[in-house]
């Protein structure tokens, strides 16, 4: 993941920057859809950034910027789908170019070649299985000009709507909505059948 501090107040922001220097992102630790969320390149831009996310949570992230591709890889029942590259002409993927924009830009697969699809691949799998991730969800990743994949954030509830990343990637596989919904709904009853079992043995 790239170097990042946790704060909770514009001074704790102004520490963060001078440890990890521009330029930053600066994002709420639980908001989705980049909300709050901003990409700072100087000092003059950080304080309001800073205010910015704290307004949706009472701490915040400030990452050290990852200037390169954003791919993301989800994952539905133990395998990976196809990734996605996401290309933007603004600042960042920011809630306008998720949502309202018709300039964003997704190839799917998004990988140059068969063994970086395979890496990329590897590595969401990797790191949901880490966090103990079950069922479906996505993994976000920015590549840097020394072409290690950075994770962003493993994403356990990611979206679901006509611009959302993981119906884009299902329908690569030749899957339509309809099917996207009722597998994503068995690993919700598969997970909790197994809760189930956990807990009466436990009794």
């Known amino acids: 993941t790239p170097d990042y501090r946790v704060i909770d107040s514009v001074p704790d922001a102004r520490v963060a920057a001078d440890a990890l220097g ?21 000092k003059g831009e950080l304080d309001a950034a800073a205010e910015l996310a704290l307004g949706f949570d009472t701490v915040a992230i400030v990452e050290k910027c990852v200037v390169g591709p954003e791919l993301t890889v989800a994952i539905l029942q133990g395998e990976a789908l196809p990734s996605i590259r996401i290309e933007t002409p603004r600042i960042f993927y920011d809630y306008h170019a998720k949502y309202e924009s018709e300039h964003t830009r997704y190839v799917c697969p998004g990988s140059i070649d068969a063994d970086d699809e395979q890496r990329y691949t590897d590595l ?80």
């Open 22 to 42: 521009y330029p930053l992102i600066i994002k709420p630790s639980c908001e989705g859809s980049s909300v709050g969320m901003s990409k700072v390149f100087e």
């Open 124 to 203: 969401a799998l990797a790191a949901f299985d880490e966090l103990g991730c079950s069922g479906w969800g996505r993994v976000d990743f920015m590549t840097g000009e020394d072409r290690v994949p950075q994770v962003l954030e493993v994403n356990t509830v990611p979206g679901m709507t006509s611009h959302s990343l993981v119906p884009m990637a299902a329908k690569q596989l030749g899957m339509d909505f309809a099917e996207l919904c009722w597998r994503v709904l068995e690993t919700s009853v598969s997970d909790a059948e197994q809760l189930a079992e956990v807990a009466t043995s436990g009794a």
